[in-house]
């Protein structure tokens, strides 16, 4: 479920734009002024908005359903742990006796109207930062960052502190931070294909819970099913005459190049993550991407083709 739900919505497609815009620029040229360097960004802002989307998907539902699945446990194990539990709470009933004491000198200082002591409030605040810190933690940082990014984005006020306006050579306050993100984000696609370069280079695993019916459907669904439905419905009715509802062919295509990806390399560390999954993950990438070089190829004609 997850190499279906995720695809590769960002490195693969940035690659391919990168690569077709300059040799196709008057394909997706909107008017005879607009350069090949403007067509470029107009494609990038498109795949990020995707890759905004797939991120918060991939990092949440993803991310649960490559969890590992706990070992099962004997009623008698459970039934066994819960009588030592019941032995230890017997054994020690002091114990519980001076937590209730404490309980009692709480309730005692509320009821009769004195401040609280130094040691209480510390013990409410590290509780209730301990409740935040586990609300936090339900979301993985990828899914924070996204959320983050989004809001500055959306947010001119924010947004004018760490980028300056368009034509303007006004430093932001917050400019060398937006520009310390920049650099390190430009490594972040060479990194990914390393990673690629990686799996694919150990080659394929022997692997017990992924068969080769299962490596197939997943190829197909990915590098067939999904383009051939979703890049028809795409190209045929945000562009068909009685519909007419896109005339960017940039977006267009980008939505129908989102289509035909294979599953995301950021499963592979998902995985690592987990310390489950790596080998199944590993074998299904290879297959996928070693397809994905014939299969996009005949993909990308076809939408310049159709659009």
């Known amino acids: 479920m997850a190499a279906l739900a995720c695809g590769n919505t960002t490195s693969l497609p940035l690659a391919i734009i990168y690569t077709l815009v300059p040799l196709n620029a008057d394909f997706f040229r909107q008017n005879e ?33 490559l969890k590992p699945i706990p070992p099962s446990i004997d009623d008698s194990e459970t039934k066994l742990d819960t009588e030592l539990q019941t032995f230890k ?15 009692d ?3 005692l200082s509320i009821n ?39 809001g500055i984005g ?22 060398f931070f937006s520009g310390a993100l920049s650099t390190v984000g430009k490594a972040v696609i060479p990194t990914i294909l390393l990673c690629l370069g ?28 999904m383009p051939s439905v979703l890049g028809y419905l795409f190209s045929h009715f945000l562009l068909h005459k009685t519909f007419h509802i ?13 289509s035909c990806t294979p599953t995301a390399i950021q499963l592979s560390v998902i995985c690592t993550l987990h310390g489950s999954n790596e080998q199944e993950i590993s074998t299904l990438l290879f297959y996928e991407y070693t397809s994905a070089a014939f ?4 993909w990308v004609t076809l939408f310049m083709t159709v659009i």
């Open 33 to 65: 002024n607009e350069t090949v360097e403007s067509i470029i960004t107009r494609g990038t802002v498109y795949i990020l908005l995707v890759s905004i989307i797939n991120t918060l998907l991939r990092w949440t539902l993803g991310y649960w359903l």
């Open 89 to 103: 709470v017997e054994e020690s009933p002091l114990e519980l006796i001076d937590d209730d004491d404490d309980d």
């Open 105 to 107: 000198d709480d309730a």
């Open 112 to 150: 009769t109207g004195s401040p609280p002591t130094p040691s209480s409030l510390f013990s409410r605040v590290k509780s209730a930062l301990r409740i935040l810190w586990k609300g936090i933690c339900i979301f993985e940082p990828p899914v924070w960052a996204a959320v983050i990014a989004l």
């Open 154 to 175: 959306l947010v001119p006020a924010l947004k004018g502190l760490f980028f300056s306006p368009n034509n303007s050579n006004k430093i932001p306050p917050l400019g």
């Open 198 to 225: 990686y799996n694919i280079g150990r080659g394929p695993k022997t692997t017990i819970f992924l068969t080769k019916t299962m490596i197939f459907c997943i190829t197909f669904c990915r590098l067939v099913f």
């Open 246 to 258: 896109l005339t960017d062919k940039m977006m267009v295509f980008i939505l129908c190049l989102e």
């Open 295 to 298: 299969f996009i190829t005949a």
